[in-house]
């Protein structure tokens, strides 16, 4: 029988496990705030706890324990790249990234990704399965110990599709934000998808105030298809019926990811479609030049492309930034960490 998992749990489900051992509440309490305030890594670790009950836990229960595989740390910048191998052997990877305003991590919330983008290395392999709540805390928490730093930022942007994930998501969201745990505010928080439509509308019912940020590529359905397979099934205008919704019941700036990718969304007329879809939405673009992987073929768009393109943008009323390239020199972009390990025969 597999063992649940103490780190995946809210309070409220950590009590009933405490009731029907035939503990006090306030036990939950204590495991918890040792769990996501002390970040310990085992059931014997919570030594508040008495050693009794810590050998009754361990019977049934696990805590997720994250171990660093590899560590990348960019000559170019302060970025640094995690290869962290979870209990069942599985790698995902996760990256820290310093900012002025502060530390922000981009996590994983699934062991590859069935999305299928054409440009990302995480998808390369398919699904393999999706990360516990505990499992995603897990990375945040490893590399706060190990840095020694109180980390400001989350973004679930890594390897896998948040929103196919999404009561695993959803509950990683509660836990992190808890006052008995990081206390990390909602609005610190930015979840990145590539258009799962009806879960945008589900997130937006949720009413929690984070960042939500959507991968768009182009702008054009059938253009966005050739790059993107879930375009096969969510057509832009769903996706912008949805974003709107999302803005109306949360007040928050939608962020519209485009990645590009030289003589396939970097034209003019690709430029000024944008401007027709997003005119007047609460939103902002953020440009990101490709970070290129040997499944696909094409290259970045030159600089002088990159700003001809935000120059329309901005001159017609589109917020818009490229975002700076981070950690090019440690494979920073999603999956390509991961990938290479495997390759090298540690899976």
Not at 124 to 153: C, D, T
Not at 183 to 212: K, M, Q, W
Not at 332 to 342: E, P, S
């Amino acid at each position: 029988m597999d063992k649940t998992d103490l780190k995946s749990l809210e309070i409220e489900e950590l009590e009933e496990i405490f009731l029907k051992l035939g503990e006090k509440k306030y036990r939950a309490a204590q495991a918890f705030k040792w769990m996501h305030q002390k970040m310990v890594s085992s059931i014997d670790d919570i030594t508040e706890l008495p050693q009794g009950l810590r050998d009754k836990l361990n019977s049934n229960y696990r805590v997720s324990n994250l171990k660093i595989a590899e560590r990348l740390d960019s000559k170019q910048d302060d970025t640094i790249k995690y290869l962290f191998v979870l209990d069942d052997g599985n790698v995902i990877e996760s990256v820290m990234m310093k900012y002025k305003h502060g530390t922000s991590v981009c996590l994983s919330t699934q062991v590859g990704c069935r999305m299928g983008c054409e440009f990302c290395a995480s998808t390369k392999s398919g699904l393999v399965r999706h990360l516990l709540p505990g499992e995603i805390l897990e990375q945040f928490y490893q590399i706060q110990k190990e840095q020694n730093i109180s980390i400001s930022n989350v973004v679930l942007m890594g390897s896998g599709e948040p929103l196919d994930n999404y009561n695993n998501v959803m509950k990683f969201f509660k836990i992190i934000h808890d006052k008995n745990g990081q206390n990390l505010g909602y609005r610190h928080i930015t979840i990145s998808t590539c258009g799962l439509v009806p879960r945008i509308f589900d997130l937006a019912d949720e009413g929690i105030p984070i960042n939500l940020s959507i991968s768009l590529h182009s702008p054009f359905d059938e253009e966005r298809k050739k790059i993107m397979p879930i375009a096969k099934k969510y057509s832009i205008r769903e996706i912008m019926e949805a974003c709107s919704y999302y803005i109306a019941k949360t007040n928050r700036r939608v962020t519209f990811e485009y990645t590009l990718i030289k003589d396939v969304n970097d034209h003019q007329k690709d430029a000024l479609e944008i401007v027709k879809l997003l005119k007047g939405m609460l939103c902002h673009v953020n440009l990101i030049p490709l970070n290129t992987i040997k499944e696909f073929s094409h290259t970045k768009s030159n600089e002088k492309s990159v700003l001809k393109f935000k120059d329309i943008l901005l001159k017609n009323g589109i917020n818009t930034t490229i975002r700076r390239e981070m950690g090019a020199d440690v494979n920073a972009a999603c999956g390509q960490l991961r990938r290479d390990y495997i390759e090298r025969g540690y899976s």
